[in-house]
């Protein structure tokens, strides 16, 4: 499975996070966050791979109503359509994260969602994907 991973997102898998399995019955939501640690979390920054530099979603199953992953900040919505996948960058070039990349699994209405993770970390990315020279504005959380 890492191999094909790879191949899809051109990352190194070394420092990517275990493959993570998830199910979400009738009602089986996930509140707003973020997957990439802040700089005022505790230990955000202590792990020995860096920060999740992006994500990927692979979903498994197709949903009769409800359970799409929402990106607010966008106004995004990805329904989970089974054998498609959502890929993003949780890191700006200059390593600071993306605020728009905060998400929500939505609630499940009718059916189950089952999907898998993967977050790569920021180590071993160096030369995929380089950091700018130069840091730009980043905009302050809204404490959301």
């Known amino acids: 499975m890492n191999q094909r991973i790879h191949a899809l997102t051109g990352l190194n898998m070394e420092t990517a996070e275990d493959l993570q399995v998830g199910n979400y019955g009738i009602g089986g939501y996930y509140a707003p966050h973020f997957d990439f640690g802040r700089k005022r979390e505790k230990d955000a920054f202590e792990v020995k791979n860096g920060n999740r530099i992006a994500t990927i979603i692979f979903y498994m199953s197709e949903v009769t109503a409800g359970g799409g992953t929402a990106f607010n900040r966008v106004g995004a919505l990805v329904n989970p359509i089974r054998k498609a996948a959502a890929f993003w960058w949780n890191l700006l070039p200059s390593g600071e994260g993306d605020l728009r990349t905060r998400h929500a699994a939505c609630p499940v209405l009718v059916?189950?969602?089952?999907?898998?993770?993967?977050?790569?970390?920021?180590?071993?990315?160096?030369?995929?994907?380089?950091?700018?020279?130069?840091?730009?504005?980043i905009e302050e959380d809204d404490g959301f």
């Open 111 to 137: 059916g189950s969602k089952w999907v898998m993770n993967v977050w790569f970390h920021e180590r071993g990315q160096e030369f995929i994907r380089p950091c700018e020279l130069e840091q730009g504005k």
